[in-house]
């Protein structure tokens, strides 16, 4: 296992004006003010992004401080695209529609940028944690007050993201050892959706889709090359302790 694992470097970032008056900046600015947490927490990782273009990677934005500024932490971009973490996924994940949403309809958009999917991964832990911590209700179809239901898509990405892990240990052995960043930031982003998952348990608005996928991930033989991948990288008390495998 990787020993001494720091957390991402986490940082502030200024979301009370856009970063110019030009049209892009201006753009990202007004969906930071999306009322949805999840589009608001794209807008703060294009921000992030274009605060220093030469930079290759995105921005990851986990949730905001006392004073409501934005805190997010820096990824690097990642080599391999989409459609190779293919075969990494197990099937029990491909009829879902969150599968088509992110696996197969974003290689037309974004491919290249396997950096894409921890820019939604993160999306949705902002968007979860904000809107439990806020008791978010919506109105059905009928007009009565209903609790939405969280985690599912924290689940799927839990699995993207050790897929992309184990398509990184395959095609560059070397790979965790020369960039300890990401071994950092899958750690966090598992640790921090086991989380939120567990408040949503608690609260009693876990998606029955979530603990499907996740049970799943804890027993389907398909998914046993990314137990062992974890296991591997972290330690088998973290893997028990984290994820129950």
Same mark, same amino acid.
């Not at 921000?47 to 990677?57: A, H, N, P, Q, T």
């Not at 932490?73 to 990642?78: A, G, I, K, P, T």
């Given at each position: 296992?990787?020993?001494?694992?720091?957390?991402?470097?986490?940082?502030?970032?200024?979301?009370?004006?856009?970063?110019?008056?030009?049209? /892009?900046?201006?753009?990202? !600015?007004?969906?930071?003010?999306?009322? %949805?947490? @999840?589009?608001?927490?794209? #807008?703060?990782?294009?921000?992030?992004?274009?605060?220093?273009?030469?930079?290759?990677?995105?921005?990851?934005?986990?949730?905001?401080?006392?004073?409501?500024?934005?805190?997010?932490?820096?990824?690097?971009?990642?080599?391999?695209?989409?459609?190779?973490?293919?075969?990494?996924?197990?099937?029990?994940?491909?009829?879902?529609?969150?599968?088509?949403?992110?696996?197969?309809?974003?290689?037309?958009?974004?491919?290249?940028?396997?950096?894409?999917?921890?820019?939604?991964?993160?999306?949705?832990?902002?968007?979860?944690?904000?809107?439990?911590?806020?008791?978010?209700?919506?109105?059905?179809? /009928?007009?009565?007050?209903? !609790?939405?239901?969280?985690?599912?898509? %924290?689940? @799927?990405?839990?699995?993207? #993201?050790?897929?992309?892990?184990?398509?990184?240990?395959?095609?560059?052995?070397?790979?965790?050892?020369?960039?300890?960043?990401?071994?950092?930031?899958?750690?966090?982003?598992?640790?921090?959706?086991?989380?939120?998952?567990?408040?949503?348990?608690?609260?009693?608005?876990?998606?029955?889709?979530?603990?499907?996928?996740?049970?799943?991930?804890?027993?389907?033989?398909?998914?046993?090359?990314?137990?062992?991948?974890?296991?591997?990288?972290?330690?088998?008390?973290?893997?028990?302790?984290?994820?129950?495998?």
């Amino acid at each position: 296992p990787q020993n001494n694992i720091n957390p991402p470097q986490i940082f502030t970032v200024d979301i009370s004006k856009p970063l110019s008056n030009s049209e /892009v900046d201006v753009k990202n !600015y007004r969906l930071i003010q999306d009322p %949805i947490p @999840h589009e608001a927490s794209h #807008g703060v990782n294009l921000m992030v992004r274009d605060m220093d273009r030469r930079k290759k990677g995105t921005g990851i934005h986990i949730g905001f401080d006392k004073d409501g500024q934005a805190l997010a932490f820096w990824m690097n971009s990642l080599p391999g695209t989409i459609d190779a973490i293919v075969t990494e996924i197990p099937n029990f994940v491909k009829p879902t529609m969150l599968y088509k949403e992110y696996i197969i309809k974003q290689q037309k958009f974004w491919n290249d940028r396997l950096t894409y999917l921890f820019d939604e991964w993160g999306a949705y832990l902002v968007g979860d944690s904000t809107e439990l911590e806020q008791g978010y209700s919506e109105d059905d179809a /009928v007009g009565s007050r209903t !609790y939405k239901v969280y985690g599912e898509g %924290i689940a @799927h990405f839990m699995i993207y #993201g050790t897929a992309i892990a184990s398509y990184l240990q395959k095609n560059y052995p070397n790979y965790f050892n020369t960039n300890k960043q990401f071994v950092s930031i899958l750690k966090y982003m598992i640790e921090r959706s086991v989380t939120i998952i567990n408040e949503a348990v608690t609260k009693g608005l876990f998606s029955s889709g979530a603990y499907l996928i996740l049970n799943e991930f804890k027993i389907n033989p398909k998914a046993a090359h990314l137990r062992k991948l974890l296991s591997d990288i972290y330690g088998q008390e973290w893997t028990r302790n984290t994820l129950g495998f």
